[in-house]
């Protein structure tokens, strides 16, 4: 679905500055290799083979044109300017898969670049855990994917690295599936930031976690459920995530045009000649059960008929799952037996086309409320995203979102009962069952409350300033390196 979409014209000079940025990368790893093949074992062997390989093959794939420059480099690999310092922070996670830890993983890297004080430290940054996803970096703003390029090539001699594997433990040194491993053999510090989505941690993992020097958790929610399960409350920190309030800012956009880029799956049309302009309820997220997206569906489609003036956009992309998001909703709808109105359906669309990351504000922006009624999130960043464009959101009042949701900066939404993980690898776990109930009568209640509304967006703005802001995350994040090589030295 998303190769297919024409609107980037962009996209040659996005090939451009990405091959300039794997030729750099390439040299670097040239120079890497001719320092490590004399002293080869089998973890160094296994290292180049998982970093080197998938490069050389999205290089040959995307960047063919350009090998001569790749293998005839006109430039030196540039030594990192600030070698005097000798501690190194390595913060290893997937930066190229587009997913939720890439993300927050950005958002840290992003803050302490900008405000770390830590002055003595060498900031580097490595691909490790998700796969990448290019499309994703090319849909970055240039100065992320300079910055990326820059931190890229700053390397950490183990014994000085204090590392972060920002991933879920399973792809922690020994990784469950092929992986860089983390931490690197010999570094002096390793930390393991991860988070989960459910009541308790399995036994594999909290294993994991105890085997690092340190866990980072972004909440309160996961420093209870992880001591609960096992892992050594010595080791667990809070260290919440940055949201980058100052990309997230509605004064400095223009709503997306989201009519043209959804597909109508229910319900009359909001364009054309008798559009009305509806309230728009927007929902980002990736095609799963955790996701409450039926829970959302009922709600919307029991309290509402195209009598009122309201339009659902579902931002979503698949999950373990094909792209026929228009038939699943459909299957939905029969199978759970929803009266069609005698009015007709409220309208629903899917955007199940690619959102690049400078384009998400916009998105936002195109909103008047945004809904997650998930059984369960880490953190939930579509929602801090929504909360620092200034919308009033509507998200589940249960794990990781209990962090920053209050009565005053939004609707949060109560839970019926806990219910048991049915599917998967975590089957017996309990998470949330959001209440129907109360996200029909909260939905009707955003709509008919604008002032309300409005000011509970502003307040969330706020609040997402005040404590969630790069500036704050990064002497979060500063504080708490300082301590640690405070101890070492
Ligand atoms: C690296 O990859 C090659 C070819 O795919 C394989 O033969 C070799 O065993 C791998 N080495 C390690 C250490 O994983
Ligand atoms: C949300 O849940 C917390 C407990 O986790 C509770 O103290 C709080 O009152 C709830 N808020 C609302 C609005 O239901």
Known sequence: MNSKNPQN??????????????SILLVVIAVFISFII?????????????????????????????????????????????????????WMAPFLSGGGYCSEAWSYILALNQYSKTTNLRLSIWQHGDSDNLQFWEGLPLEMRKLASELYQTQCRPKESIVICHSEPGAWNPPLFQTTPCPPPNSRFAIGRTMFETDRVNPEHVKRCNAMDMVWVPTEFHVSTFTKSGVDPSKLVKVVQAIDTEFFDPIKYTPLDIPSLGNLILGASSTGSNSRNPFVF???????????????????????????????YLLTNPYHSDTNFGNKILEFIHDSKLEKPINGWASV???????????????????????????????????????????????????????????????????????????????????????VHNLMFLMRHVMSNPEEAKSKGEKARQDMMDKFSPKIVANIVSNQIQRILDKMV
Not at 50 to 74: C, E, K
Not at 288 to 304: H, N, P
Not at 363 to 375: C, G, N, Q, V
């Open 9 to 22: 014209p962009t996209l040659r000079t996005s090939i451009l500055k990405s091959s300039c940025f794997f």
């Open 38 to 90: 004399p002293q080869t074992n089998y973890i160094k062997t296994q290292y180049l083979n998982s970093t080197i390989s998938p490069l050389l093959s999205r290089i040959s794939r995307v960047l063919g044109f350009n090998r001569a420059i790749i293998l005839n480099p006109s430039e030196p690999a540039t030594e990192s300017p600030n070698l005097l310092s000798n501690h190194c922070l390595l």
């Open 282 to 312: 927007l929902s980002v997220f990736k095609w799963e059960y955790r996701k409450g997206w039926d829970v959302l569906l009922q709600s919307y489609l029991k309290e509402f008929d195209s009598s009122d003036q309201v339009v659902l």
């Open 349 to 435: 669309y899917v955007i199940d086309s690619h959102i690049a990351q400078v384009d998400f504000p916009r998105l936002y922006k195109a909103a008047d409320a945004f809904i997650l009624p998930s059984r369960g999130e880490g953190w939930g960043r579509p929602i801090v995203e929504a909360m620092a464009m200034s919308l009033p959101v509507i998200a589940t009042n249960w794990s990781g979102p209990t962090e920053y949701l209050t009565k005053v900066n939004s609707y949060p939404l109560s839970v019926d009962r806990m219910s048991e993980v049915i599917n998967g690898p975590f089957k017996g776990h309990l998470w949330a069952e959001p209440s």
